[in-house]
C-alpha cells in the first residue's frame, strides 16, 4: 500500500493562559491507501478537532499535513496537498479535491433527486454538467442506489440517504473521506451495511479510498482495518485488540 495521509506533531488548542485547553499534543498518524481506520475517544477528548483540521477547516497551532491521491478532475493530474498550519482560505482546494465528509445527519437538499443531490455537489466544485452527471451515475451505481437515483431524500429509508451522502463524497474522486459518527442515525443492522459499504469501497482494486470514521461504538470499530484511540490528546493504541481493552477500562 502507498501511504495517503500523513501527520506530524500535530497540536491544537483552545483559550488562552488560565482558561488555556490543549487538545492535541501531537498527533503522529499515518493512513495507507485503502485503509478503514476508525477513530475512538470520550467526548470533548479533540476527535471533532482533528478532524476538522485534516478536513481544511480549522488550522493547526503547529504540525504538518501531507495528502497525496488526489486528482484533479478538470486536468486529470495528481495533487499533492502539505497543510496543516494554514488558514482554511488557503486551503480551498484540499476540500475541493482532497477530503470529503460524511456526517451523521445527511445534509441533502429535500427538493432534489438523490441524483441531483450529487451532481450539484460536483457543480459546485467547478465540473462541467456532462462530467458531473457521469461522475454521480458511477457513484450512486457504486453505493448500490442504480434503482433509486429519482427518489428524493423522503422517499428513501435512513440508510438509503446515508448512501447518497457516500455517494457524493466519494464521486469527486477525493481520496480520503473523514466520517464523523456516520451510523449515529442508523439502526444496528443499517448501521453494519454502512460498514461494509466503507469497507467495499476501500478494497475497490481500481478507485481505492482511505476512510477516517469517528465512532463511539466499539463493535463497528472493529470492524476497521486498525481502531485508534485518542486519549490525553495522543493516540493511545493503534490496534483493535489494544485499543479496545482501554475503552473496556475506561467503561
Known amino acids: 500500500m502507498t501511504a495517503l495521509l500523513s501527520i506530524d506533531k500535530l497540536q491544537h488548542g483552545f483559550g488562552r493562559g488560565d482558561t488555556r485547553v490543549d487538545v492535541l499534543k501531537g498527533i503522529d498518524l499515518t493512513i495507507e491507501t485503502g485503509e478503514l481506520v476508525a477513530l475512538m475517544g470520550p467526548s470533548g477528548?479533540?476527535?471533532s478537532t482533528?478532524?476538522?483540521i485534516i478536513g481544511g477547516l480549522l488550522k493547526a497551532e503547529n504540525g504538518e499535513?501531507?495528502?497525496t491521491g488526489a486528482v484533479n478532475l478538470e486536468t486529470g493530474n495528481a495533487d499533492y496537498f502539505k497543510y496543516g498550519t494554514k488558514h482554511p482560505r488557503r486551503v480551498v482546494d484540499v476540500r475541493r479535491r482532497g477530503v470529503g465528509w460524511i456526517f451523521q445527519d445527511y445534509h441533502l437538499l429535500d427538493?432534489?433527486?438523490a441524483f441531483d443531490n450529487v451532481?450539484?455537489?460536483l457543480e459546485l466544485a467547478g465540473v462541467d454538467t456532462s462530467k458531473a452527471e457521469e461522475r454521480a451515475r458511477k457513484a450512486l451505481i457504486k453505493v448500490d442506489l442504480a434503482n433509486r437515483m429519482d427518489f428524493i431524500p423522503e422517499q428513501l429509508s435512513g440508510g438509503q440517504q446515508q448512501r447518497v451522502a457516500i455517494a457524493r463524497a466519494i464521486a469527486g474522486s477525493r481520496p480520503l473521506l473523514l466520517a464523523d459518527e456516520p451510523t449515529g442515525n442508523l439502526d444496528v443492522k443499517t448501521g453494519e451495511e454502512i460498514i461494509e459499504?466503507?469497507?467495499?469501497l476501500c478494497s475497490d482494486r481500481k478507485e481505492p479510498i482511505s476512510i477516517l470514521?469517528?465512532?463511539h461504538d466499539p463493535h463497528l470499530a472493529s470492524k476497521a482495518d486498525r481502531m485508534l484511540l485518542l486519549k490525553d490528546g495522543l493516540t493511545a493504541a493503534s490496534d483493535i485488540r489494544s485499543a479496545w481493552g482501554i475503552v473496556e477500562k475506561e467503561e
Not at 197 to 200: D, E, Q, T, V, Y
Open 45 to 47: 477528548c479533540g476527535k
Open 50 to 52: 482533528l478532524l476538522n
Open 65 to 67: 499535513i501531507e495528502l
Open 111 to 113: 427538493q432534489l433527486t
Open 119 to 121: 451532481v450539484i455537489s
Open 197 to 200: 459499504l466503507f469497507r467495499k
Open 213 to 215: 470514521m469517528v465512532t
